[in-house]
């Protein structure tokens, strides 16, 4: 995480609802919250996130925010919810749109709570933070499906 931290300007904390109610064909039903329902509710946010901050290129030329996210809880007996480092946004995006785009873009996804965290990413004090369940139990906190990183 060390060596891509100067691509990221913002460390951000999202939360998610432990259950939600949809329907199906036999009427509505409970979905609870489960690591691979966090993990595709994640993969929704950063597309959601790419198209409202990259429009059409997002689409046509794959352009990306670059994103570390951590699941939290796995471990322990937290709610399930993120922490995450996120940058690469398109020149001339100022701090309040790019408040504005994390908290559409997560607030439109399934599991998407209100809590959302944002602050600027100002040292490596934000990795210790978000890696400090690492090595509980049998828990891989790094979300690496989600990953996306700069291309050396």
Same mark, same amino acid.
């Given at each position: 995480m060390a060596q891509y931290a100067p691509h990221f300007s913002h460390a951000v *904390?999202?939360?998610?609802?432990?259950?939600?109610?949809?329907?199906?064909?036999? &009427?509505?039903? +409970?979905?609870?919250?489960?690591?691979?329902?966090?993990?595709?509710?994640?993969?929704?946010?950063?597309?959601? #996130?790419?198209?409202?901050?990259?429009?059409?290129?997002?689409?046509?030329?794959?352009? @990306?925010?670059?994103?570390?996210?951590?699941?939290? &809880?796995?471990?322990?007996?937290?709610?399930?919810?993120?922490?995450?480092?996120?940058?690469?946004?398109?020149?001339?995006?100022?701090?309040? @749109? +790019?408040?504005?785009?994390?908290?559409?873009?997560?607030?439109?996804?399934?599991?998407?709570?209100?809590?959302?965290?944002?602050?600027?990413?100002? @040292?490596?004090?934000?990795?210790?933070?978000? *890696? %400090?369940? #690492?090595?509980? &139990?049998e828990a891989d906190n790094v979300d690496f499906d989600n990953v996306h990183v700069? %291309?050396?």
């Amino acid at each position: 995480m060390a060596q891509y931290a100067p691509h990221f300007s913002h460390a951000v *904390t999202l939360t998610m609802k432990p259950r939600r109610e949809i329907m199906t064909d036999k &009427g509505p039903t +409970i979905q609870h919250l489960t690591v691979i329902e966090a993990k595709e509710n994640f993969r929704q946010f950063v597309r959601r #996130l790419n198209t409202i901050i990259y429009k059409n290129a997002a689409a046509r030329f794959g352009a @990306s925010v670059y994103v570390i996210p951590v699941i939290e &809880g796995i471990a322990t007996d937290k709610l399930l919810h993120y922490h995450c480092m996120i940058g690469n946004f398109r020149d001339g995006v100022n701090e309040a @749109s +790019i408040a504005r785009a994390i908290r559409t873009a997560w607030q439109q996804t399934a599991f998407g709570n209100t809590q959302i965290d944002i602050q600027p990413l100002t @040292s490596d004090g934000w990795i210790d933070y978000i *890696t %400090k369940e #690492l090595g509980k &139990g049998e828990a891989d906190n790094v979300d690496f499906d989600n990953v996306h990183v700069p %291309k050396d």
